[in-house]
C-alpha cells in the first residue's frame, strides 16, 4: 500500500462540504483500505474564514481557493461550491494544474459539461459528478458505466426532493400549494426563495445531464422543455384520482422511435396509482429507466441533504483516487451519437385538460369539433353543470404537443369556453 497520502482540497464547506469533511475524518481508516493509499484532507476553500466549523482545522481554511489549487501538492479538487463562477474557473484550474476532481454541481454540468469534460480528457484528469444528480442515489455512474453496454431509450423520474414533498402533501392531505410549500419551508425542505425547485429549473439541469449521459449526445439546459407546478391546484389532484392517479414533476428523457433524435423535459404529470414512481413519498427521488437489454430499473432514495449527498461525493472521491493510483482515468463524455434535441410540439403523449363553459345545448359538440380539427382523438369526456356555468374535463389519446397546443389556442377563442382551467400530461402508462 501506498504511504503518501493523496491530497484533497475542498472548494467549499457548507451542508454538503462541511459533511464531507467529517466523513474523511472519521473514516480515514476505511478510506484508506479501500483506496490503497491515505487521502489527507489538505486545504478547505471558503468565502467566510472567521465561522467556526466544526472538526476542521482552522489552519486548512483559506479564502484563495485559487492558490491552493495552483500550491503543486494537490491531487484531486472536490467543487461544492454551487453555481457557474467562480465553480467553472476554480475546475478548469484544477484542471491546468493536473488535478481530478469530483462536483456536485448540476448547474454548472448543464450548461458547461461539454466544456468542462474537454478539459479533463485534454489533460487525462477524471471529472465525476454522481452528487449533481437524485444526491445519495447511485444512478450516473450505473448509467455511465453498468448499463455502457445497452441502449436507453426512455428516463422517466422524481428529481427533485422539495416538489415532491409538496405535491405529496397535496395529494395526501387535500392541501393547496401555498399551505404545502409552507411546511416545506417550515421543515426545512424548501429555501427561502423557492423558485428554482418549483419552477422546475434545478430538475431541468438534471434532466440535461442525464439525458447526455442515457443518449451519448450532448444535451445542454437550454435544450430542456421546463414548466413549474406552481399552478397544480387541489381540483387537479381531485380529478386525478378520479382517473386513478397522482400528479408528479417529472423529468422525461425519451429516445424517438426512429432513434434519430431525443427530447428532454420537465413539467407536473399524472401518473397511475400503479407506476412505481407513484409511491415515492415525501422528499424522497425515484428514477424508472427503461433500456433495450436490461429493461426496466427503478433507482430510489434520498435525492438531497448534506449526509446523501456526501456520501455521492465520497464515492466519486474513492473511484478518482484509486484512477489516480493506477495512473488511469475513468469514462468520459460519450456523445458519439450527436443526436438533435426534438422541440417540445414533436412529443407524443396523453392530456387532461380541464375546461369552464357555458352550460348550455351544444357546447360539447362544439368542443369535440375543435379538438378533432386539430387531430387530436378525445378518449374520454366529463361534464358538471350548475346555474349556467359548467366544468367540462377531457382526456385525450396520444397526441403531439404542438397539435394539443393548437387546440387549446382554438378553444380559448370559442364563445361558449370561459376558460381553460388546466392542461396536464398524463405519462407512465
Known amino acids: 500500500m501506498r504511504t503518501r497520502p493523496l491530497k484533497v482540497a475542498l472548494l467549499g464547506c457548507g451542508v454538503v462540504g462541511s459533511e464531507v469533511a467529517r466523513i474523511m475524518t472519521t473514516h480515514a481508516d476505511d478510506l484508506t483500505q479501500r483506496i490503497g493509499a491515505p487521502v489527507e484532507l489538505a486545504g478547505v476553500a471558503v468565502r467566510r474564514p472567521s465561522k467556526v466549523r466544526e472538526g476542521i482545522d482552522p489552519e486548512l481554511v483559506t479564502t484563495d481557493a485559487t492558490a491552493l489549487l495552483k500550491r503543486g501538492d494537490i491531487d484531486i479538487a472536490i467543487e461544492v461550491i454551487g453555481g457557474i463562477e467562480p465553480a467553472r474557473t476554480l475546475i478548469t484550474t484544477a484542471f491546468e494544474h493536473g488535478i481530478s476532481v469530483v462536483s456536485a454541481n448540476k448547474a454548472l454540468l448543464a450548461q458547461d459539461g461539454a466544456a468542462l469534460h474537454a478539459a479533463a480528457e485534454q489533460h487525462g484528469l477524471d471529472l465525476y459528478y454522481e452528487a449533481a444528480v437524485a444526491g445519495a442515489i447511485p444512478l450516473v455512474r450505473p448509467m455511465r458505466e453498468s448499463l455502457a453496454g445497452d441502449k436507453i431509450n426512455r ?62 449526445t450532448r444535451v445542454r439546459l437550454d435544450d430542456v422543455y421546463r414548466e413549474g407546478m406552481t399552478e397544480v391546484s387541489a381540483a387537479d389532484f381531485a380529478s386525478a384520482k378520479r382517473m386513478g392517479c397522482t400528479i408528479k414533476l417529472l423529468a422525461i428523457l425519451e429516445r424517438a422511435a426512429d432513434g434519430e433524435s431525443v427530447t428532454a423535459r420537465v413539467h407536473p404529470a399524472m401518473i397511475p396509482l400503479t407506476h412505481p414512481l407513484a ?151
Request: proline letters at 4%; aromatic letters at 6%; zero cysteines.
Open 155 to 216: 428516463v422517466m423520474g422524481i428529481v427533485n426532493g422539495t416538489t415532491n414533498f409538496i405535491l405529496d402533501k397535496m395529494d395526501s392531505t387535500g392541501a393547496g400549494y401555498q399551505e404545502a410549500l409552507d411546511e416545506a419551508t417550515a421543515l426545512g425542505y424548501a429555501e427561502a426563495d423557492p423558485t428554482a425547485d418549483v419552477e422546475g429549473y434545478d430538475a431541468a439541469a438534471k434532466a440535461a445531464i442525464l439525458a447526455g449521459i442515457a443518449f451519448h
Open 279 to 429: 409511491s415515492v413519498r415525501e422528499a424522497y427521488n425515484a428514477v424508472f429507466v427503461e433500456a433495450e437489454a436490461a429493461g426496466q430499473l427503478m433507482f430510489y432514495g434520498p435525492g438531497a441533504g448534506g449526509a446523501p449527498t456526501a456520501s455521492a461525493v465520497l464515492g466519486d472521491l474513492v473511484a478518482v483516487a484509486r484512477n489516480k493510483l493506477a495512473e488511469a482515468t475513468g469514462p468520459g463524455e460519450s456523445a458519439y451519437t450527436q443526436l438533435p434535441v426534438s422541440p417540445m410540439g414533436d412529443v407524443v403523449t396523453r392530456y387532461h385538460i380541464s375546461l369552464d363553459v357555458a352550460d348550455k345545448p351544444g357546447v360539447l359538440a362544439q368542443v369535440a369539433t375543435t379538438f378533432a380539427e386539430h387531430g387530436v382523438s378525445i378518449d374520454t369526456v366529463r361534464q358538471q353543470g350548475k346555474d349556467g356555468e359548467a366544468s367540462l374535463v377531457v382526456v385525450t389519446h396520444r397526441a403531439p404537443d404542438a397539435a394539443l397546443s393548437g387546440t387549446v389556442e382554438a378553444l380559448r377563442k370559442l364563445d361558449t369556453v370561459r376558460g381553460v382551467a388546466s392542461i396536464m400530461r398524463v405519462e407512465g402508462e
